[in-house]
Every structure is written in structure tokens, then in C-alpha cells.
């Protein structure tokens, strides 16, 4: 049997950063050894390219599920290492609706660690994300509309069989928020990190390089390679002298 772990990164509400977080935490991912390919499955709003700087593919996942390219052909290499498979920026087939089943099936015989962005919502293209996947992060800002989704998202993934199901907290900033304790109740999940407000998130989406490389002892770096090693079952030693090197770098 192959040996592969596919985590989709979820959302009810848009806009939470699901995106931005499946790239720092899969280039965290790469930088503690492992084989890691994300995927954008947002197939009619695709933007994992961008946060990545890979705009030069004509071909991508749709190509794939329309069986008209294989997963090899359809992966690109970040120059850290990172696979990704893209979905291009144009839209080709907009109406075209794919089984529930179809991406789960292109996976199965893939091994290595598949992290999967996600359309936000509730709709078609999201099951095609859960059914694939044996393992969800939910994204929630710490806001009590951003929540209530999350818990719609959290029963949507039980309601399909998956156990392993973590929320992600994004854009913490301390002020009129629901804490960790609260959220977690709220969604009977554990929050597996809290990634904080950073002002530097959109001058990386400009320039696309993730926060993990552009700023790497920034405390939103931090946060996504703690949620990383926990994603491995580790627990993340910070470098030594972190505020001097968060001064100077
Ligand atoms: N921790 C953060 N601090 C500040 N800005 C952030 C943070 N995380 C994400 N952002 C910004 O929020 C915006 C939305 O992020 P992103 O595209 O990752 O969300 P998404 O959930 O993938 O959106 P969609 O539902 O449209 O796919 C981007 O401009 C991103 O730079
Ligand atoms: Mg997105």
C-alpha cells in the first residue's frame, strides 16, 4: 500500500487564509526534510500560484482531472523544493463539475504529504477536497462570523468519515476575539496554532515569497513551522537568539 497523507485546508468563510497558509506551511514542511506537494484545488479562483510566484504553467490540475495530463506532468518544483500543482489563473471548463471521488482517486496511488487549498465554502468543489483527504485543517479568523463557518466546515469533514480534523486560527491580534478555549469548544476540535496579524502578509502576496522565507523569524514564520512540526508530531525548537535575529532579519 502506498504510503501518502493528504490534509486539506478548509474554510467556510472566504478570505481567511487558507492560501497563504498552505504555502508557508508546506514550505515548513519542506525545510524539515520531508516530500511535500501542495495542490490548488480552487479551480475557478485559483491563487496558490501567485502567493508562490509560479505564473509560467499552461497546464495544471483540471488538466489532470480531466484526464488529459498525468500528476507528473502536471508538477511543478519550487526552487525550495516544494511540488507544487498548480490550477492556471485563466479558467478553462468553468461549468465542468467533477466526481465527488475524482481527486481522491488521482492521490491514492501517490505517495508523500499532498496538502490540498481549498475553494471556501460548503459547495461541490470542497467535497472533491474532502473526499481526497484523510486529514482537514479548518482556517478560522478569531471572529465570531468566521467561526460560526468554521463549525459548519468541522461537521461538513465528519459527516465524511475524517477523524483527524485541527483548526488553524489566522490573523490573531489580541483585540475583540474569541480565544483558543472559546473556538475550540465552539467547534469540538483542537486548535493546532494561532497564526498572528502581520502587516508584511501583503507585501509577500506582491512579491510572491511567502512570509517564511521573506521574513523567517517573523512571529507569523514561527507559527507556521510550529503548526508544521505538529503536523509531524514534533515539537518545534525556535532558533536560539530569536529576538536579535527577528531585529535583524
Ligand atoms: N496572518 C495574516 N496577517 C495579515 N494578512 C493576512 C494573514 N493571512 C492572510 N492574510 C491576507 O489575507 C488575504 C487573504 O488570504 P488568502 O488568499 O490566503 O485567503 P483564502 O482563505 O485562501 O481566500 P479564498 O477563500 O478567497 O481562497 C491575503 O491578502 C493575505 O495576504
Ligand atoms: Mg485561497
Redesign the pocket.
Known amino acids: 500500500m502506498v504510503k501518502n497523507r493528504v490534509i486539506g485546508v478548509v474554510?467556510g468563510k472566504?478570505?481567511?487564509?487558507?492560501?497563504?497558509?498552505v504555502a508557508n506551511v508546506g514550505l515548513s514542511l519542506v525545510e524539515i526534510n520531508n516530500d511535500v506537494t501542495v495542490i490548488d484545488a480552487?479551480i475557478s479562483?485559483s491563487?496558490l500560484g501567485m502567493h508562490l510566484n509560479l505564473y509560467q504553467f499552461p497546464l495544471g490540475l483540471q488538466n489532470v482531472l480531466d484526464g488529459d495530463l498525468d500528476i507528473f506532468n502536471a508538477t511543478y518544483m519550487h526552487p525550495t523544493g516544494l511540488k507544487v500543482i498548480p490550477t492556471p489563473l485563466y479558467i478553462q471548463n468553468p461549468r465542468k463539475s467533477y466526481s465527488p471521488n475524482a481527486l481522491k482517486n488521482l492521490l491514492e496511488n501517490e505517495a508523500g504529504i499532498f496538502i490540498i487549498?481549498s475553494?471556501?465554502g460548503l459547495n461541490r468543489n470542497v467535497d472533491l477536497v474532502l473526499k481526497a483527504s484523510n486529514e482537514v485543517i479548518v482556517?478560522t479568523t478569531p471572529d465570531i462570523a468566521s467561526v460560526t463557518d468554521a463549525m459548519k466546515t468541522v461537521k461538513l469533514a465528519r459527516d465524511n468519515g475524517i477523524k483527524n480534523i485541527n483548526i488553524a486560527v489566522?490573523?490573531v491580534s489580541g483585540k475583540y476575539e474569541l480565544t483558543r478555549e472559546e473556538i475550540e469548544s465552539a467547534c469540538d476540535a483542537e486548535v493546532i496554532g494561532e497564526?498572528?496579524?502581520?502587516?508584511a502578509?501583503?507585501a509577500?502576496?506582491m512579491y510572491g515569497t511567502p512570509i517564511v522565507l521573506a521574513k523567517p523569524y517573523s512571529k507569523?514564520s514561527i507559527a507556521f513551522r510550529t503548526i508544521a512540526a505538529k503536523i509531524m508530531g514534533k515539537e518545534y525548537q525556535p532558533p536560539r537568539f530569536l529576538f536579535i535575529k527577528r531585529l535583524f532579519g
Do not use: A, H, Q, Y
Not at 14 to 21: I, L, N, S
Not at 195 to 199: F, G, L, M, V, Y
Open positions: 474554510s472566504g478570505g481567511v487564509g487558507k492560501t497563504t497558509f480552487d479562483t491563487n487549498d475553494p471556501p482556517i489566522n490573523r497564526i498572528p496579524e502581520d502587516k502578509m501583503k509577500c502576496l507569523s
